[in-house]
């Protein structure tokens, strides 16, 4: 009788390890906590260790404000990779694991906002197969290295989070359940988890100042426009940017026609200041490299590595390696063993920075077996390395001198300001800055087809091949080009493609392909989650409706 009631006890609170169902062993739910809020989600204001946690850790409301974390504590009944075999008991554990993972769903006021299948690359082989508990930050002041946090960034900022939580009280809840990929689409369980927070945001006093459509003024060196534009929306964007939805925006400018439409600026930014665009500078290498071969100075972009280097000198030579074009790193598509959006590739630039020699590093990477050249897109910054370090051992003066020459100056742009690799060689891969009205100079010589001023500065076949994508769409972008990013913003049901240089912190430059437009925002929001789904989000939801509705 005592063994029957223990049994009816031990399945009344969940713990896994007792069901014949599990293709994987989890950890033991040992703790009383975990028991007691076993199902559950419970938000936390500190971090805490699972083993030391307590019901006094908890907190049932929140008040969002400057240095304020919030993280939440998640109890299962069983881990991931079980819950997922009772989606399918046919695939094995290495199956659930790739086919599978958590989806989330975040209601404001018991209204669904978002709902996101977690990628199955986030979390470790261990966490799903063996976690039965686990925490994740949601608000972070030291940017925790975590998918809780990207997760947090998506629906708050990109997915209508900041705007159904905003100003006053209001109920946060979040769902959790397993989701599978079949070849039918998704197959999703029953929720594991849920958990509610009290949550509150400042409601913020502005002035008219703040919200008003900002006037151009005098000295632009550029033509300006008279075409209409829809005040209303932009003074709903400069409200959401002053109250702090749209986090980090430093300026915004826009082109039409050739002409100056809008020009903002935020956060103590001004005309004046250079902005550290990050990856936008990957973006001129192209440009460069398609000068330099209307210069002649290099053949063309199909030439092989084994052109300009003696590859059998470096590490893990590969005769793979030999055939390694400059298109090859110019879409990022070669065999070197590098993925930065992979925190374990060998190539990752996290790994490269703190070496002395990053062409060196470059050079020394093994080949991905499972690569072949011009076939698979991976971004790959050390690739980029390379295109800046031939450019600059194959041009007259060196790549500084020549940029200067052929595109800068050209141009007008007279303030700017490079970074350097450790060989003191301007860095093609990021951390060029220019203010923002040279930015868009720079994206309407590309709407020029290559020409500025009645001069053609970069070939037009080249801005051609720039803007052709070599890739199907995948779930790290709509396409890709000669170090440029295809981009597709849908408003009102119809679809508008941009070629886009783009860089850490939000920080784009966006040329319309069937639109007379270049579209400029500048953004501070280095590292954090919201950084490019905000700005996505700016330019479909108020941008373009403003230009396309007067």
């Known amino acids: 009788m005592k063994t029957w009631v223990l049994c009816i006890i031990y399945l009344f609170i969940g713990l896994p390890f007792l069901s014949a169902q599990n293709i994987v062993t989890p950890n033991a739910i040992d703790n009383p906590i975990h028991r007691q809020y076993s199902g559950k989600i419970v938000f936390l204001s500190q971090p805490s260790d699972s083993q030391q946690i307590a019901a006094s850790d908890f907190i049932d409301s929140f008040e969002l404000k400057e240095g304020q974390p919030l993280a939440a504590r998640f109890f299962l009944a069983n881990s991931l990779t079980n819950y997922l075999h009772q989606l399918d008991q046919t695939l094995s554990v290495e199956q659930l694991i790739q086919n599978g993972n958590y989806q989330f769903s975040f209601y404001v006021d018991n209204k669904l906002i978002y709902t996101e299948n977690l990628t199955t690359g986030a979390g470790t082989v261990q966490s799903k197969n063996q976690w039965t508990q686990f925490r994740i930050p949601l608000i972070s002041i030291t940017n925790e290295d975590s998918w809780g946090r990207f997760l947090w960034g998506r629906f708050y900022y990109g997915n209508g989070g900041s705007d159904a939580l905003f100003g006053g009280k209001h109920l946060l809840k979040i769902e959790v359940r397993p989701y599978l990929k079949t070849v039918n689409g998704?197959?999703?369980?029953?929720?594991?988890?849920?958990?509610?927070?009290?949550?509150?945001?400042?409601?913020?006093?502005?002035?008219?100042?703040?919200?008003?459509?900002?006037?151009?003024?005098?000295?632009?060196?550029?033509?300006?426009?008279?075409?209409?534009?829809?005040?209303?929306?932009?003074?709903?964007?400069?409200?959401?940017?002053?109250?702090?939805?749209?986090?980090?925006?430093?300026?915004?400018?826009?082109?039409?026609?050739?002409?100056?439409?809008?020009?903002?600026?935020?956060?103590?930014?001004?005309?004046?200041?250079?902005?550290?665009?990050?990856?936008?500078?990957?973006?001129?290498?192209?440009?460069?490299?398609?000068?330099?071969?209307?210069?002649?100075?290099?053949?063309?972009?199909?030439?092989?590595?084994?052109?300009?280097?003696?590859?059998?000198?470096?590490?893990?030579?590969?005769?793979?390696?030999?055939?390694?074009?400059?298109?090859?790193?110019?879409?990022?598509?070669?065999?070197?063993?590098?993925?930065?959006?992979?925190?374990?590739?060998?190539?990752?630039?996290?790994?490269?920075?703190?070496?002395?020699?990053?062409?060196?590093?470059?050079?020394?990477?093994?080949?991905?077996?499972?690569?072949?050249?011009?076939?698979?897109?991976?971004?790959?910054?050390?690739?980029?390395?390379?295109?800046?370090?031939?450019?600059?051992?194959?041009?007259?003066?060196?790549?500084?001198?020549?940029?200067?020459?052929?595109?800068?100056?050209?141009?007008?742009?007279?303030?700017?300001?490079?970074?350097?690799?450790?060989?003191?060689?301007?860095?093609?891969?990021?951390?060029?800055?220019?203010?923002?009205?040279?930015?868009?100079?720079?994206?309407?010589?590309?709407?020029?087809?290559?020409?500025?001023?009645?001069k053609q500065l970069i070939p037009q076949s080249w801005v051609t091949k720039s803007f052709t994508n070599y890739f199907p769409e995948n779930e790290h972008n709509k396409g890709y080009g000669y170090l440029f990013w295809r981009e597709l913003f849908t408003v009102n049901g119809k679809n508008y493609e941009a070629y886009a240089c783009s860089g850490n912190g939000g920080n784009k430059i966006y040329i319309f392909q069937e639109l007379p437009l270049v579209i400029v925002i500048t953004a501070t929001a280095y590292n954090q989650s919201y950084a490019h789904s905000q700005v996505e989000k700016i330019v479909t939801e108020y941008l373009l409706p403003a230009l396309l509705n007067p």
């Open 186 to 454: 998704i197959k999703t369980g029953t929720v594991i988890a849920s958990g509610e927070l009290n949550f509150s945001t400042p409601v913020i006093q502005l002035t008219a100042k703040q919200i008003a459509l900002q006037v151009i003024q005098p000295g632009s060196n550029w033509p300006l426009s008279k075409e209409p534009l829809n005040r209303k929306k932009i003074e709903e964007l400069n409200k959401r940017i002053a109250e702090k939805r749209f986090k980090n925006i430093t300026s915004i400018a826009v082109i039409k026609n050739g002409k100056l439409l809008l020009e903002e600026y935020f956060n103590e930014a001004n005309r004046n200041t250079l902005h550290d665009t990050r990856s936008v500078g990957k973006s001129f290498a192209s440009t460069l490299t398609g000068i330099a071969i209307q210069d002649r100075y290099i053949k063309s972009e199909n030439q092989s590595l084994k052109d300009f280097y003696e590859l059998k000198k470096y590490d893990h030579y590969d005769v793979q390696k030999d055939s390694v074009t400059l298109k090859n790193l110019l879409t990022m598509s070669s065999v070197f063993d590098g993925f930065d959006f992979d925190s374990d590739s060998p190539g990752n630039e996290e790994n490269m920075y703190p070496t002395a020699n990053w062409v060196q590093f470059t050079l020394n990477l093994p080949v991905d077996r499972n690569k072949r050249n011009g076939e698979q897109w991976n971004y790959f910054t050390a690739g980029v390395v390379l295109i800046g370090d031939i450019l600059h051992q194959n041009v007259p003066g060196g790549l500084e001198t020549y940029a200067d020459q052929k595109l800068f100056h050209p141009l007008g742009i007279r303030n700017y300001k490079w970074q350097y690799t450790p060989q003191k060689v301007a860095n093609t891969a990021g951390g060029l800055q220019l203010n923002t009205l040279d930015l868009a100079r720079y994206g309407q010589l590309y709407q020029n087809k290559g020409k500025w001023n009645g």
